[in-house]
């Protein structure tokens, strides 16, 4: 087991080291850093602070993780990445002893490397953000469930409510739009057996921080009814319009899926009987809780792609063992692969003549569109079929990927120079002294200035201090009849804005 772990932890490097190494911070990356930041500012491990006041979109789990990075490594960007890298690790580890154990060391194998190499992963993980630790623990906690409770152990399934409460920690309630869908299998043919070494270490978990926060630091009610908004209550802004959207939300989360997606009409069969086998049990709760997460987020509104990141590790997971047989099948390539592998072929060699004449392409894809048009020519057996599948994603990574990360600081989405910037100006006017804010301000801008303004990101309040730091708005250019603007800077992503109060509020 040990010589398997550091195979995978490797190849975990391997895989992500180019997004990894981004140096800079990506999306609302910045924004969940500043959190953990006030957070450690003001010695305060109970109560999420932005902008120096509370903030309840999300559990502080992850903020604790950034919290003890920045104390032990300081900000430096790949250390406060390292917890959602290693979860690819940790999660490939597990798929892979579970498969290993209980189907055949192929699909151990297969799992493992499926998980690591995943394009979603190899791309969307190596990130300070939630969504990708959240989406391993929530993976983790389904595959243990799915296993201890069709094979009857008890200790998996007290595992997997472990890693339950912790899920519900990083991210809250919508741990569940992914565990409905086991749940649901899981009664059906086991009856919850075993449920209370599940839900009992689960809501211990959760209780270990809710109990002392409600006790002493909040008042609950108070609390949910602004958390609320982050969940269920973003039903309520569901429009009819998005009905339309619909379909290409389906379709993205098909995508998502991509490699071993493709593997899931080459089924994996087993003997079955009356309760049905203990291994298409494991396999049917954790694709139970892939369908059903989509089923449920179509009806909420905005549906970003990061939501569905635990169904790329569920349904890797339910499919391993139809790739393992592939795998293993000693016939020619099936048509249906045979033609897939053509058209990737085909669609390289046409990139090849075109990145030339698209200078935003960049030159590394033409890296990874080579790899693609030679593909029918080494892509002979299903086996290689499998194995191309694997690499791709990680040539993607060292060309694409690679050159992406090291560009980054010069791209419209760099966040560093303006942050510097902003800073220089503000000390160079006097204007960093006595300064607050109103309304959102870019997390990741704010980090690289250094400062830290005091003020409501809602707009439900306005600053006292004489300066206040705000985003400019074309329907409200001014901040308030008391406030003149004194100063500005434009980015390609948000006008800052500096005003200063010329008269106390009436």
Not at 25 to 42: C, D, H, K, S
Not at 265 to 274: L, Q, S, T
Not at 418 to 424: I, Y
Request: aromatic fraction near 12%; include cysteine.
């Amino acid at each position: 087991m040990v010589m398997r772990a550091l195979i995978l932890l490797v190849a975990t490097v391997i895989a992500l080291l180019p997004t990894w190494m981004q140096g800079d911070w990506n999306g609302t990356e910045g924004r969940r850093v500043q959190i953990a930041m006030e957070m450690l500012r003001g010695d305060n491990w109970m109560v999420p602070m932005l902008g120096g006041e509370p903030t309840w979109a999300k559990p502080p789990l992850h903020y604790w993780l950034l919290i003890l990075g920045a104390k032990c490594f300081g900000m430096e960007f790949m250390l406060l990445r390292l917890p959602a890298v290693l979860s690819v690790f940790a999660a490939a580890m597990v798929a892979g002893e579970i498969l290993r154990r209980w189907f055949d060391s192929t699909a151990g194998w297969l799992v493992a490397f499926g998980i690591i190499c995943s394009p979603m992963v190899v791309f969307e993980w190596p990130t300070a953000e939630i969504d990708p630790l959240f989406a391993s623990l929530t993976g983790m906690s389904i595959w243990l469930l799915a296993a201890g409770a069709a094979r009857e152990r008890a200790i998996m399934v007290l595992a997997s409510g472990v890693l339950a409460g912790l899920a519900f920690l990083q991210k809250g309630p919508p741990f569940f739009l992914f565990a409905l869908g086991a749940y649901l299998v899981w009664w059906r043919h086991r009856r919850f057996r075993f449920g209370l070494y599940y839900f009992v270490p689960m809501a211990l978990v959760i209780a270990g921080y809710f109990w002392p926060l409600w006790q002493w630091h909040v008042d609950p009610e108070s609390m949910l009814s602004v958390a609320s908004q982050e969940s269920i209550g973003r039903l309520s802004m569901f429009e009819m319009k998005q009905l339309r959207e619909t379909p290409w939300f389906w379709l993205r989360a098909m995508l998502m899926l991509l490699p071993f997606g493709l593997w899931c009409f080459w089924e994996w069969r087993g003997a079955r009987d009356v309760r049905m086998h203990a291994n298409d049990l494991t396999l049917r709760m954790c694709s139970g809780g892939a369908v059903m997460a989509v089923v449920l987020l179509t009806f909420f509104p905005g549906r970003p792609t990061r939501y569905l990141l635990p169904n790329v590790l569920l349904f890797t997971f339910a499919v391993a063992p139809a790739v393992s047989h592939f795998f293993r099948h000693r016939g020619a390539i099936p048509a249906f692969a045979r033609g897939l592998i053509t058209v990737l072929g085909i669609g390289g060699a046409v990139a090849l003549i075109a990145i030339p004449f698209v200078p935003r392409a960049g030159q590394a894809a033409v890296g990874l569109a080579l790899v693609l048009a030679i593909l029918p020519l080494v892509v002979r057996t299903p086996r290689h079929v499998v194995l191309a599948s694997l690499l791709v994603p990680v040539v993607a990574s060292w060309t694409v990927g690679f050159e992406r990360s090291n560009n980054w600081s010069t791209s419209k989405k760099a966040r560093i120079a303006p942050g510097q910037l902003l800073r220089q100006e503000l000390d160079s006017l006097g204007f960093s002294s006595d300064l607050g804010s109103a309304g959102h301000i870019d997390s990741a801008v704010l980090l690289a200035s250094g400062l830290w303004p005091v003020g409501s990101e809602l707009g439900g309040r306005l600053p006292g201090n004489r300066w206040a730091l705000h985003e400019y708005m074309w329907w409200q250019p001014k901040l308030s009849d008391d406030h003149e603007v004194r100063w500005s800077m434009w980015t390609p992503f948000e006008t800052f804005v500096v005003s200063e109060r010329v008269r106390s509020p009436k």
